[in-house]
């Protein structure tokens, strides 16, 4: 286990809770509020309150919806007319075609060719041009700006980007009404644009919710620029949470800053952990979910975050797009 705990807060104003309100309103007429669910089973094994954000029944199979549709909605009418291009570890890509499908646009995603099969069929299956390149994220990142120069397109950035990072934190508006005395919440950290979002709702409305982040331990770009202080590379490794693979830019505007105000701790989670959340998720809520939508629920069956007695604590289970048979495959031991 290994822990970077994080007791510097300040306050960053490049984005606000005004703008995560105006962001729900934003999506409410695209996205249906997401369910909270409690989870006994995983209550008794922790001695806390365990619920679950489940945003993996977003249409787009992930929390990534939320960011993309406000981003989109956020363009002028001379952008959409050009139409979006965005670089992604497939979740954020297919949110966005998805969206700009919606709403009529054109869109160009970039991956690169470690991106699971299972969210690359997904997107193309949705009409949208796919640039399949390179080796990781920040060379399909790359080709992204490429194209911006060549065809005039709007980049729609997975996570560092004001109108994504508010987009996602409509999920703790949504937590915050359905639990209004909640103590924790967990979720995966890759980029930050998710605990950017959610941090920001919680340090605001009460600066002692907890907001934790976990990781795998390989390829951890946020976590290894925290411990660096500024936004490091890191080599892209396999993993079951591939989703939280990618480098956070070394010209990281906000979620850096965002993460160092407003995350408490943040953890690396082993390989076998991850495995164990992605079967008890299947045998005890019945889902199908990727590795970096298990992630959380690992690190509590291992205890390797601790939660106070009875506290009241959230997970947010991000996503659902994953090959079915890797999922088999990492679960098969522990059914």
Same mark, same amino acid.
């Given at each position: 286990?290994?822990?970077?705990?994080?007791?510097?807060?300040?306050?960053?104003?490049?984005?606000?809770?005004?703008?995560?309100?105006?962001?729900?309103?934003?999506?409410?007429?695209?996205?249906?509020?997401?369910?909270?669910?409690?989870?006994?089973?995983?209550?008794?094994?922790?001695?806390?309150?365990?619920?679950?954000? %489940?945003?993996?029944?977003?249409?787009?199979?992930?929390?990534?919806?939320? @960011?993309?549709?406000?981003?989109?909605?956020?363009?002028?009418? #001379?952008?959409?007319?050009?139409?979006?291009? /965005? %670089?992604?570890?497939? &979740?954020? =890509?297919?949110?966005?075609?998805?969206?700009? +499908?919606?709403?009529?646009?054109?869109?160009?995603?970039?991956?690169?060719? !470690?991106?699971?099969?299972?969210?690359?069929?997904?997107?193309? &299956?949705?009409?949208?041009?796919? $640039?399949?390149?390179?080796?990781?994220?920040? $060379?399909?990142?790359?080709?992204?700006?490429?194209?911006?120069?060549?065809? @005039?397109? /709007?980049?729609?950035?997975?996570?560092?980007?004001?109108?994504?990072?508010?987009?996602?934190? /409509?999920?703790?508006?949504?937590?915050?009404?359905?639990?209004?005395?909640? &103590?924790?919440?967990?979720?995966?950290?890759?980029?930050?644009?998710?605990?950017? @979002?959610?941090?920001?709702?919680? +340090?605001?409305?009460?600066?002692?919710?907890?907001?934790?982040?976990?990781?795998?331990?390989?390829?951890?770009?946020?976590?290894?620029?925290?411990?660096?202080?500024?936004?490091?590379?890191?080599?892209?490794?396999?993993?079951?949470?591939?989703?939280?693979? =990618?480098?956070?830019?070394?010209?990281?505007?906000?979620?850096?800053?965002?993460?160092?105000? %407003?995350?408490?701790?943040? %953890?690396?989670?082993?390989?076998?952990?991850?495995?164990?959340?992605?079967?008890?998720?299947? +045998? #005890? !809520?019945? *889902?199908?979910?990727? @590795?970096?939508?298990?992630?959380?629920?690992?690190?509590?069956?291992?205890? *390797?975050?601790?939660? $106070?007695?009875?506290?009241?604590?959230?997970?947010?289970? /991000?996503?659902?797009?994953?090959?079915?048979?890797?999922?088999? +495959?990492?679960?098969?031991?522990?059914?």
């Amino acid at each position: 286990m290994i822990e970077v705990t994080n007791k510097h807060l300040t306050v960053s104003g490049s984005i606000t809770l005004q703008d995560v309100w105006r962001a729900k309103n934003t999506i409410s007429s695209i996205l249906q509020k997401t369910p909270l669910v409690f989870s006994s089973t995983l209550s008794k094994i922790s001695g806390a309150q365990i619920y679950l954000k %489940f945003e993996h029944l977003h249409e787009s199979g992930a929390f990534k919806m939320r @960011g993309a549709v406000n981003a989109i909605h956020a363009l002028t009418d #001379e952008q959409k007319i050009k139409g979006v291009v /965005t %670089f992604s570890t497939g &979740n954020h =890509g297919y949110s966005v075609a998805l969206a700009a +499908k919606k709403l009529g646009i054109r869109a160009v995603i970039c991956v690169s060719k !470690h991106v699971p099969k299972a969210k690359i069929e997904k997107i193309q &299956n949705l009409g949208a041009e796919l $640039e399949i390149y390179g080796e990781s994220q920040d $060379e399909a990142e790359q080709r992204c700006y490429q194209l911006v120069k060549e065809q @005039g397109l /709007t980049v729609i950035p997975p996570f560092d980007y004001p109108e994504v990072i508010a987009g996602q934190g /409509t999920i703790s508006l949504e937590i915050l009404e359905d639990l209004p005395s909640v &103590n924790r919440v967990i979720g995966g950290l890759s980029g930050g644009g998710l605990l950017s @979002g959610v941090g920001l709702v919680m +340090k605001t409305t009460n600066p002692n919710i907890q907001v934790t982040g976990v990781s795998m331990e390989k390829g951890a770009a946020m976590y290894e620029s925290l411990k660096a202080g500024q936004p490091v590379a890191v080599a892209e490794s396999p993993t079951l949470a591939d989703s939280l693979l =990618g480098g956070i830019g070394e010209a990281n505007q906000y979620t850096f800053n965002m993460v160092k105000d %407003f995350v408490d701790q943040s %953890f690396l989670i082993p390989e076998e952990s991850i495995k164990k959340g992605m079967a008890y998720l299947y +045998k #005890e !809520h019945h *889902i199908v979910v990727e @590795g970096a939508a298990a992630i959380g629920i690992g690190a509590i069956i291992d205890k *390797i975050i601790h939660l $106070e007695p009875g506290s009241n604590n959230v997970v947010i289970i /991000t996503g659902c797009n994953v090959d079915i048979d890797v999922h088999a +495959k990492a679960i098969q031991q522990y059914i």
